[in-house]
């Protein structure tokens, strides 16, 4: 009866030994996690005030870019996704100018206060006015200082390394796009990519490469003249 009983109580300590352990694995494992949700927040903190702080003084910036087109509707693994690649000039305020090089040549311009679209290939160009609302390149103005982003955004982190980090911005209010992502250096603050999700659940992601920035674009970067022959179709915001 004794042996039971004391194999019982060696049972008992056992259970208990490994209960405690097991309480002490999980809590050095949610140590763990909120250490490392504390990590993901510092990351995300410092990102987001370089980033800010590195656009507020930019003017204008030109860059070559690769566009990245997913549209919700194709579903299938093996769809590929829409490359372009061309270059890009961006100036304060609500200036760009997008050149479509590949696949084919196309152009995205605006003063500021008229955005056009220009399909050469289709002879047409689409005349849209330019309001605050309207989603351009990428959200490629908050690049230069539009916006702040702790206020316009709910930001999170979603990876941190020391050279790159990636935040997800959530609008706090209605916009024409669900979320934006942004790859930063978390160090200087330069956006190397943007990513869109729309509210249709399209993905445009804009790497840019060979960046210069306050280079002073003239003027008639940002005006558009429609060819002779070529057919402009208004469209209301």
């Avoid at 993905?203 to 210069?212: Q, W």
Wanted: charged fraction near 25%; proline fraction near 5%; charge should be neutral.
């Amino acid at each position: 009866m004794r042996t039971w009983r004391r194999r019982g109580a060696a049972l008992a300590v056992s259970l208990l030994l490994t209960a405690s352990r097991g309480a002490a694995i999980m809590a050095a494992a949610e140590e763990a996690a909120e250490s490392s949700g504390a990590a993901m927040m510092r990351c995300r903190d410092r990102a987001a005030s370089a980033v800010q702080s590195r656009y507020d003084g930019v003017r204008d910036v030109s860059a070559k870019f690769e566009q990245t087109t997913r549209p919700a509707s194709l579903g299938s693994l093996a769809s590929k996704p829409l490359v372009s690649r061309g270059r890009v000039v961006i100036a304060k305020p609500g200036r760009m100018r997008w050149t479509y090089e590949e696949p084919e040549p196309s152009l995205v311009v605006s003063d500021g206060e008229t955005l056009w679209l220009f399909d050469p290939k289709f002879g047409e160009v689409q005349k849209i006015p330019a309001g605050e609302g309207f989603l351009t390149g990428a959200a490629a103005q908050f690049l230069l200082g539009a916006g702040d982003m702790r206020r316009d955004f709910n930001v999170t982190a979603m990876s941190c390394r020391a050279s790159e980090a990636e935040l997800e911005l959530v609008p706090r209010q209605p916009a024409s796009y669900e979320k934006l992502f942004l790859l930063v250096d978390p160090s200087s603050g330069e956006v190397h990519g943007t990513r869109i999700v729309d509210l249709l659940g399209n993905v445009v992601g804009v790497e840019f490469h060979d960046l210069r920035f306050n280079q002073n674009p003239g003027g008639s970067e940002f005006r558009f003249q429609a060819p002779v022959g070529v057919k402009v179709i208004e469209v209301s915001p």
